[in-house]
Antibody, heavy 122, light 108 residues
Framework: EVQLVQSGAEVKKPGESLKISCKGS????????IGWVRQMPGKGLEWMGI????????RYSPSFQGQVTISADKSITTAYLQWSSLKASDTALYYC???????????????WGQGTLVTVSS | EIVLTQSPGTLSLSPGERATLSCRAS???????LAWYQQKPGQAPRLLIY???SRATGIPNRFSGSGSGTDFTLTISRLEPEDFAVYYC?????????FGQGTKLEIK
């Protein structure tokens, strides 16, 4: 069974750093693009970026380029999303997703993590 | 960046009725690279439709997708109580892989 299990909820202060994780299992982690999606409170879905764990090729949405860093450790089949300096506007639910992938090309999201709630407040 | 506009924002219908949700793209979506997702309160979204018209595994056949180019439709033929949720379209033909703003399907 394909599973993406995310790390638990976080409460942070503005200016702090944070790294959340997403562990994949039940599939060959290095042959799928893994992405991150943001959902701000009461709002819609926003695609942030993706990584190909085999070679760590990473692509970002222009809206999130420079704001977050996506990484992966293929040895432990885990992807990460990190911030160096959080802002209150980073408060949101973050989902990791698996892209259906064919010959290195990412397509739709065929599996979702359970979400990690990040709250940034002073 | 391709902007997706969903309409209506909210759709109020009764169980047993037919629902038609629209998704319009600001430019042509390549190779019908359009998906639909359903999100219920407190849950992660789940894939319903990919390739504009292919149902994902386990999705009932009352859900169907159609369209190409810039205009796409999700149709639910006869609404069941569990279908009331928020629906998002998404294009994955060109990066960034954008979503529509969502249509809330509520019980009338």
């Amino acid at each position: 069974e394909v599973q993406l299990v995310q790390s638990g909820a976080e409460v942070k202060k503005p200016g702090e750093s944070l790294k959340i994780s997403c562990k994949g299992s039940g599939f060959r982690f290095t042959t799928y693009w893994i992405g991150w999606v943001r959902q701000m409170p009461g709002k819609g879905l926003e695609w942030m970026g993706i990584i190909y764990p085999s070679d760590s090729d990473t692509r970002y949405s222009p809206s999130f380029q420079g704001q977050v860093t996506i990484s992966a450790d293929k040895s432990i089949t885990t992807a990460y999303l990190q911030w160096s300096s959080l802002k209150a506007s980073d408060t949101a639910l973050y989902y990791c997703v698996r892209h259906f992938t064919v010959t290195f090309v990412p397509y739709y999201f065929d599996s979702w993590g359970q979400g990690t709630l990040v709250t940034v407040s002073s | 960046e391709i902007v997706l506009t969903q309409s209506p924002g909210t759709l109020s219908l009764s169980p047993g009725e037919r629902a038609t949700l629209s998704c319009r793209a600001s430019q042509s979506v390549s190779s019908t690279s359009l998906a639909w997702y359903q999100q219920k309160p407190g849950q992660a979204p789940r894939l319903l439709i990919y390739g504009a018209s292919s149902r994902a595994t386990g999705i009932p056949n009352r859900f169907s997708g159609s369209g190409s180019g810039t205009d796409f439709t999700l149709t639910i033929s006869r609404l069941e109580p569990e279908d009331f949720a928020v629906y998002y379209c998404q294009q994955y033909g060109s990066s960034p892989y954008t979503f529509g703003q969502g249509t809330k399907l509520e019980i009338k």
